[in-house]
Structures are given as C-alpha cells and as structure tokens.
C-alpha cells in the first residue's frame, strides 16, 4: 500500500517486514557529483551511510566524506548537525553551486 506523503510530496511504501517504513533515497548524478535527498530521520540516514559503504566495497572506490557535505533544508541546526555527524560530513549551507549552477533555498537575481 502506499501512502502519499503531504509536506514532501514523496511516495513511501509502507509494510516492511521488521521496520513498517522503507526509506525514500532519491539522486541527482553528474560526473564524480552526487546529490542524494532523504528524509532526516535516522533509519533513513543510517540506510544512507549503509548504501555508501556497500557502493565502497562493491566498487573499490573510496568516498571522501571529508569533502562530502550535508545541506539541510527547513531543519532545525542541531538536527542538521547530528545528521551531519551520523554521516561524517561537514554541515554545509546554502547557496551552492551544483555542476556550476547556483542553487538556493531562497530567490535567486540573474546577476548571483
């Protein structure tokens, strides 16, 4: 059954056998960028960082979590910053520049 979620506007499938909730991760990816977009609640951010070391492991690669940032939107800064720490990344802000494109949570003038 699935249940659409009114203040995010995403689909969350309920009836996982040992949670009831299976978490919605979406990405944008371009190149070696990747966004990932989630929910701040810990068993989205735990299957987030779960996803990330599979992808180290099954690839070989190495993700540099120094590098990596999480940018919260409409949180409150302490649980911006335990989702930060969850993950080992440094708590960023907006705006941002994605693929050399500025994004922001705010209007952004032709001349930003």
């Known amino acids: ?5 009114k203040s ?6 309920k009836g996982d056998a040992n949670t009831g909730y299976l978490p919605r991760v979406t990405h944008l990816q ?3 960028d990747t966004l990932l977009l989630f929910e701040p609640d810990d068993h989205s ?14 690839s070989g690669l190495k993700i540099n979590f120094l590098k990596s940032e999480v940018i919260a939107i409409g949180m409150d800064p ?7 720490n969850l993950l080992n990344c440094k708590l ?3 705006p941002i520049k994605y693929l050399g494109l500025p994004i922001s949570d705010k209007h952004i003038s032709i001349l930003e």
């Open 78 to 84: 302490p649980l911006a910053s335990h989702v930060a």
């Open 92 to 94: 960023g802000s907006f």
């Open 45 to 58: 951010v735990a299957s987030v960082k779960l996803i990330l070391l599979a992808f180290e492991i099954i």
């Open 8 to 13: 995010t506007g995403m689909w969350v499938t």
């Open 1 to 5: 059954m699935k249940n659409r979620r």
């Open 30 to 32: 371009y190149a070696d």
